[in-house]
């Protein structure tokens, strides 16, 4: 059993990576937004979690990010690229079938 909520974060940090960029492949995103997400999911995330997770996609070449304004204010905005297109893609093809054989015992029973 994980000791903190570190621990269990640790542990999930790919499945919520592959969860950004699957929302990044929809539409546009930006951080704010994306802890909303997350926390619907259960996944309560920090700024200081978050962010550098979203910067740690855009160093890999997974995300890009631009400066938008709206009057005063502005936020940082994230689009998918085409390599974090191939790189979701892949995932999918694993999570699908990773999951399949973590769920295989309960569909024999």
Known sequence: MPRTASDVRDLYA?????H???HAAREPIYGLAMMEELTRHGYKLSPGTLYPL???LEKKGYLKSTMERDGRSGRRVYRITAVGRRALSAGKVKVRELFGELFEDQEHN
């Open 54 to 56: 979203l910067h740690g």
């Open 20 to 22: 950004v960029l699957h």
């Open 14 to 18: 790919g499945l919520i990576r592959l």
